[in-house]
């Protein structure tokens, strides 16, 4: 079975300027989440999905940062204009469904802003 | 902001010998949960124990929780150096996902 793929994994970009991680779950996953990982701390949540729906946004920054899953597959986290603080590991991870318990993520895409 | 909370941050033993950490969160939850990550990885999966569960063993892995001090523990048996990595708790609140800090296992040969 194949895991979580997410693109790319690298990305170097400058303050102000703006970039995009993609992500594709596992099949058949209803529940897609994108979390924040800043060196030497646990993961943030940044949003989480139902299919095409979102459950909570609540620590997203809504002023730089937004997200959509167009018909509830893969998904895609827009950050524009990035400032130095966003410099983190970008993790998402899918389950089956809410309430369902485990996690799968992929590797992350390690985003450095100069 | 983080609910969990793991103890210690760090932890450096010997192959064979048994690693345990901690980790406390604040609110009730249905299940918590144990990921591993290796440096520059993606989070796996490790073990997860149920509310109404108060052990669970997995391999060399033993989880406890006692939910009347919302607290859970992580054993790790005859470590080997693959058992490097950070080990972080996931409290599940119907859902709601909280991850801990972190603690991060250094095991030397």
């Known amino acids: 079975e194949a895991g979580v793929a997410q693109s790319p994994r690298y990305k170097i970009i400058e303050k102000r300027q703006s970039v995009a991680f993609w992500c594709n779950p596992i099949?058949?996953?209803?529940?897609l989440y994108w979390y924040q990982q800043i060196l030497g701390q646990g993961p943030k949540l940044l949003i989480q999905?139902?299919?095409?729906?979102?459950?909570?946004d609540s620590q997203l920054p809504k002023d730089r940062f937004s997200a959509e899953r167009l018909k509830g597959v893969d998904s895609t986290l827009k950050i524009q204009p990035a400032k130095l603080e966003d410099s983190a590991v970008y993790l998402c991870?899918?389950?089956?469904?809410?309430?369902?318990?485990?996690?799968?993520f992929g590797e992350g895409s390690r985003l450095t802003v100069l | 902001s983080q609910q969990g909370e793991e103890d210690p941050q760090a932890l450096s033993i010997q192959e064979g010998e048994n690693a345990t950490m901690n980790c406390s969160y604040k609110?009730?939850?249905?299940?918590l949960q144990w990921y591993r990550q290796n440096s520059g990885r993606g989070l796996v999966h490790l073990i997860l124990?149920?509310?109404?569960?108060r052990e669970k063993h997995s391999g060399r892995l033993r989880v406890t929780l006692d939910t009347s001090k919302k607290s859970s523990s992580l054993l790790i048996t005859a470590s080997r150096a693959a058992d490097t990595a950070s080990y972080f708790c996931?409290?599940?609140?119907?859902?709601?996902?909280?991850f801990g800090a972190g603690t991060q296992v250094v095991v030397t040969p």
């Open positions: 124990i149920r509310s109404n569960e």
């Open positions: 099949s058949g996953h209803a529940t």
């Open positions: 996931v409290s599940d609140s119907w859902g709601k996902l909280q």
């Open positions: 991870a899918s389950s089956l469904a809410r309430n369902t318990g485990e996690l799968f």
């Open positions: 999905f139902q299919n095409n729906g979102v459950v909570d």
């Open positions: 609110t009730s939850i249905n299940n």
